[in-house]
C-alpha cells in the first residue's frame, strides 16, 4: 500500500469543497490498473467539478480529473504490465471513479489505452480530453457526409482547449477553419493554429431568422445558448453542426427549419461514454495523421496540482487559452 497527494473533492453536511488530502492507494476506487501519474489536464469539466459550479461528480469523495496518463504499477487485467505507458481519458474518471488529479490512480482496464506509438505521455494530456473531442467531432462530421467542398467550418469558443486543438485537427484534415472567438488580440495565434479566418464573436450580429444566407459548411460549437441557435440558420444543406459544449449555455432557442429545409445534422458529441473501438481509432488518429502539427503552442501552461485552483477560476471566467497540462509525477 502506498499513500500519496490527493485533489480530492468532497460534498457532505460541511459542504462542497475541494483541496488536497494524503490518501492510501487501497482507498482508491476499484480497477485493474494501478497507475503511477504522470500528467493530467485541465478541462472545464474539470473545472466546474473543482469548484462546485457544475454538478459533475455522480458520488462523494472523488479525486477531480477527467484526464489520466502515467505508468502501470500494478495490474490483474491481461494485456497491461508494469511500466507499460497508458492513458485514459473520461470514462467515468471524475465522476464516478477516481481521476487524475493525484500521484495515484487505478484505471478500469477497459477504459485504458496503451500510449499509441507517435506521442509522449506529456502530448497525450495536452490532447486529453479537448484533443479527443475534437477528433470525435471530426470523425462524427465525416461519418455523415461532411466534406471541405461543403464550404469552412466555424469553430466557437476557438481560443479555448477544444477550439485551438480543432483548428489544428480540422485544418491539417483539409478544412478551412472560421475561428469565432471574443479575444481578438489573439486572432493571429488561432491563424497560426491553421484557422483560414478568424470572426470577432462580438460583432457577429444574427438576424434571428429562421433561415439565413448559406455562410458555414458545418461547425464544431464549444459555446451552445445563443451561439449554437445563431449558427444553425447559416449552414449549407447537408452541413453539420457537432455540438460539444455549453460554455455559454444550456438552453437554445431555435427552429426547425435548417433542419427540414436544408437537411442541417446537428450531432452530438459526448467523449465520456466512448465505446473502446471508437477510442482506439481516435487515439490512433490523433498519433498519427490527425495529430495537431503544434501541439506545444497550444500547451500554452503547464501547472502543478497546487495551481489547480487558480486555474479553474480563470477557466470559468472565460479567460482560458489552449490547454493546461498539469505535470503530476512527470516522464
Ligand atoms: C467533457 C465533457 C463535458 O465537458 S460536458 C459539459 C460539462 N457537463 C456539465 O455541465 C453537466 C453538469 N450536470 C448537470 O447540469 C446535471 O447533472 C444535469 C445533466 C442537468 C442533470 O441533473 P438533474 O436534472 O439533477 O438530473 P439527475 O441527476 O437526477 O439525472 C437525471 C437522469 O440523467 C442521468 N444523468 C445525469 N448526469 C449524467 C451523466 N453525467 N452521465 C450519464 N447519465 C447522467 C441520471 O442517471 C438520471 O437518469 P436515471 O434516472 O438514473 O436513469
Ligand atoms: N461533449 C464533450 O464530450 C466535451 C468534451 C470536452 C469539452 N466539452 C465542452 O466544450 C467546451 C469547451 O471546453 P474546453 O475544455 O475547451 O474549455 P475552455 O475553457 O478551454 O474553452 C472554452 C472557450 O469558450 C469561450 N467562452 C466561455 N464562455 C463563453 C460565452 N459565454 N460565449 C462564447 N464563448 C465563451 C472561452 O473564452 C473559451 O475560449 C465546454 O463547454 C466543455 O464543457 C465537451
Known amino acids: 500500500m502506498t499513500t500519496f497527494r490527493a485533489f480530492r473533492i468532497r460534498n457532505d453536511e460541511a459542504g462542497y469543497r475541494a483541496g488536497f488530502e494524503e490518501m492510501a492507494s487501497d482507498a482508491l476506487t476499484p480497477g485493474e490498473v494501478l497507475?503511477?501519474?504522470?500528467?493530467?489536464?485541465?478541462?472545464?469539466?474539470?473545472?466546474?467539478?473543482?469548484t462546485g459550479k457544475g454538478k459533475?461528480?455522480?458520488?462523494?469523495?472523488?479525486?477531480?480529473?477527467?484526464?489520466v496518463a502515467g505508468h502501470v504499477v500494478a495490474s490483474t487485467?491481461?494485456?497491461?504490465?508494469?511500466?507499460?505507458?497508458?492513458?485514459?481519458?473520461?470514462?467515468?474518471?471524475?465522476?464516478?471513479?477516481?481521476?487524475?488529479?493525484?500521484?495515484?490512480?487505478?484505471?478500469?482496464?477497459?477504459?485504458?489505452?496503451p500510449l499509441p506509438a507517435g506521442l509522449t505521455l506529456r502530448e497525450s494530456m495536452i490532447l486529453g480530453t479537448a484533443g479527443f473531442t475534437a477528433a470525435l467531432a471530426l470523425l462524427h462530421m465525416l461519418d455523415n457526409g461532411q466534406t471541405p467542398a461543403l464550404g469552412p467550418i466555424a469553430v466557437t469558443g476557438a481560443s479555448g482547449g477544444v477550439g485551438q486543438l480543432a483548428i489544428d485537427?480540422?485544418?491539417?484534415?483539409?478544412?478551412?477553419?472560421?475561428?469565432?472567438?471574443?479575444?481578438?488580440?489573439?486572432?493571429?495565434?488561432?491563424?497560426?493554429?491553421g484557422a483560414a479566418e478568424c470572426?470577432?464573436?462580438?460583432?457577429?450580429?444574427?438576424?434571428?431568422?429562421?433561415?439565413d444566407s448559406v455562410r458555414f459548411g458545418g461547425a464544431l460549437d464549444n459555446v451552445g445558448g445563443a451561439m449554437l441557435a445563431g449558427l444553425l440558420?447559416?449552414?449549407a444543406p447537408h452541413g453539420n453542426v457537432a455540438i460539444c459544449g455549453n460554455a455559454g449555455g444550456i438552453a437554445f432557442d431555435g427552429t426547425v427549419m435548417p433542419f427540414i429545409i436544408r437537411g442541417v445534422n446537428l450531432l452530438g458529441v459526448a467523449s465520456a461514454g466512448t465505446a473502446r473501438p471508437v477510442r482506439e481509432r481516435i487515439w490512433q488518429h490523433?498519433?498519427?495523421?490527425?495529430?495537431?502539427r503544434h501541439l506545444e503552442r497550444i500547451a500554452t501552461r503547464e501547472?502543478?496540482?497546487?495551481?489547480?485552483?487558480?486555474?479553474?477560476?480563470?477557466?470559468?471566467?472565460?479567460?482560458?487559452?489552449?490547454?493546461t497540462v498539469v505535470r503530476v509525477g512527470g516522464g
Open 169 to 193: 485537427i480540422f485544418s491539417r484534415a483539409g478544412y478551412a477553419v472560421h475561428a469565432i472567438s471574443g479575444k481578438a488580440g489573439h486572432f493571429d495565434f488561432l491563424e497560426s493554429l
Open 199 to 211: 470572426i470577432d464573436r462580438h460583432a457577429l450580429a444574427f438576424s434571428g431568422k429562421p433561415m
Open 303 to 323: 501547472a502543478t496540482l497546487d495551481e489547480l485552483p487558480d486555474v479553474f477560476g480563470r477557466m470559468l471566467d472565460g479567460n482560458s487559452f489552449g490547454r
Open 77 to 113: 487485467a491481461p494485456g497491461f504490465r508494469e511500466g507499460d505507458a497508458v492513458l485514459c481519458t473520461g470514462s467515468g474518471l471524475s465522476e464516478t471513479r477516481d481521476g487524475g488529479y493525484a500521484e495515484y490512480a487505478r484505471l478500469d482496464a477497459r477504459w485504458t489505452i
Open 233 to 235: 440558420p447559416l449552414v
Open 286 to 292: 490523433l498519433a498519427g495523421d490527425w495529430k495537431p
Open 35 to 50: 497507475v503511477r501519474v504522470a500528467y493530467s489536464s485541465v478541462n472545464y469539466k474539470d473545472a466546474l467539478a473543482g
Open 56 to 67: 459533475i461528480l455522480r458520488q462523494y469523495p472523488l479525486n477531480g480529473g477527467i484526464d
